[in-house]
């Protein structure tokens, strides 16, 4: 696959495998870098969102729960985009 003509890196690692789609919109590259700072991005935002009952603190239940509701993957893309 690619991203803006560069090589994109297949997430392979924990929960990142099922938020590839919400990585790909935010045009976030993962490297060596940044892999770290997604991670907590990611646990961060679940964490938060599961602690007010918006989403299910099981990874792949709130996977798809922020793919189904627009508002909780803009905040997320957006909270990812600050990494840029």
Do not use: P
């Not at 929960?15 to 870098?33: G, P, Q, R, S, Y």
């Not at 603190?57 to 957006?78: G, H, P, S, T, V």
């Amino acid at each position: 696959m690619t991203l803006d003509g560069k090589i994109k890196r297949v997430i392979e690692m924990g929960c990142w495998k099922w938020f590839n789609n919400v990585l790909e919109e935010a045009k976030i590259e993962v490297t060596d870098k940044n892999k770290q700072k997604i991670d907590e991005i990611i646990h961060t935002y679940i964490g938060e969102q599961s602690s007010y009952g918006r989403c299910s603190a099981d990874w792949r239940k709130a996977k798809r729960e922020i793919q189904d509701n627009e508002e909780m993957k803009q905040e997320l893309i957006e909270k990812l985009r600050s990494l840029v």
